[in-house]
């Protein structure tokens, strides 16, 4: 991140004093990040602390000044406070005036992730960035979840489509088997128009030959008041 001051890229010269705490702000505000917290007493292991946020990342910065340095293992407390802070936050630094610059190892703090700011009168300057990591895994884990709600969204998808299907071919059998009922109830009338057609059918024919047999001329079995009587001979000739 770029330093403020003369010299520095992206800086610019200040006309007038500054708090450490504002000049630490500062540098951060090309990145997005802006002042969300602000503490100056109580802070173990430091002067003042900061809290910046971009949005989605917490940066927490612990400042020393000069008489806080000037107590003897003021740096090491300083460490030891700031990892502590990164279970907290997604970034931790800690910001010293520029003369104590040599007092902290580099590598020492980019190792455990910290960042480092030096300041003075002129502006402020990121030395070494902070390891940003907590909201890293944040955001993999919420991709992870992305991901798991985007396969959900599939298999609902694909589950409505089968559901979809079965009610279309349930809509066809039942479109069948309704077809089928009107079928065999026209069956099951004509049928019983048949059966009764049959039956009188059947009465008529049982019934013919009583009529002829006794209509026959000349028959023996006659009753004795048709004999001779001329309707015998007429419906004989009918046959």
């Known amino acids: 991140m770029n330093g403020i001051g003369i010299g520095w890229r992206g800086g610019y010269i200040l006309h ?9 702000a500062a540098i951060y505000e ?11 007493e109580g802070i173990l292991g430091a002067s003042s602390r900061i809290i910046l946020s971009d949005g989605r990342r917490e940066l927490a910065v612990n400042i020393l000044d000069e008489d806080a340095l ?7 407390d300083a ?23 040599r007092a902290v190892d580099d590598g020492v703090l980019s190792m455990h992730g910290l960042g480092l700011i030096v300041y ?19 955001m993999e884990d919420s991709d992870a979840v992305m991901e798991e709600k985007l396969v959900s969204i599939e298999e609902i998808v694909k589950i409505r489509s089968d559901i979809g299907r079965i ?4 809509e066809e059998l039942e479109a069948r088997l309704d077809r089928l009922e ?22 008529k024919v049982r019934e013919a030959p009583k009529i002829r047999e006794q209509v026959k ?9 048709l004999v001779d009587n001329p309707w015998i001979d007429i419906l004989s000739r009918r046959e």
């Open 167 to 170: 009610l279309r071919a349930l």
């Open 217 to 225: 001329p000349n028959s023996k079995k006659l009753p004795s008041y």
């Open 70 to 76: 000037m107590i003897h293992g003021a740096i090491h």
């Open 182 to 203: 009107r079928a065999q109830r026209s069956l099951e009338i004509r049928m019983n128009r048949i059966e009764r057609r049959s039956s009188r059918a059947e009465v």
């Open 120 to 138: 003075d009168m002129m502006g402020a300057e990121e030395v070494v960035p902070p390891k940003f990591t907590e909201r890293v895994e944040v």
């Open 16 to 24: 007038r004093r500054f708090k450490p705490e504002d000049l630490v």
């Open 30 to 40: 090309e990145e997005g990040f802006y002042e969300v917290e602000r503490r100056e």
């Open 79 to 101: 460490l030891l406070q700031a990892e502590k802070l990164k279970e907290k936050y997604s970034g931790v630094s800690i910001a010293i005036p520029r003369r104590f610059r």
